[in-house]
């Protein structure tokens, strides 16, 4: 890393190597934020849009 051939890894926090750090975690953690985000956004949009009524 010393190199200075990948900067942006040299940028980042010591911690971020740490083997107490769960990558999986972390990243796992993203997707479910991200999905949340997601099916509440579809379920605001659902709820706006109102259902017709039945003639």
Known sequence: MESGRYPVLM????????PEFDHFEFGLQ?????LEV????RRAAAGSAAPEEPS
Not at 30 to 34: K, V
Not at 38 to 41: E, G, L, Q, R
């Open 11 to 18: 940028s980042l926090s010591e911690d971020t190597w740490s």
């Open 30 to 34: 993203r997707i479910l934020d991200g």
């Open 38 to 41: 997601f099916v509440d956004a």
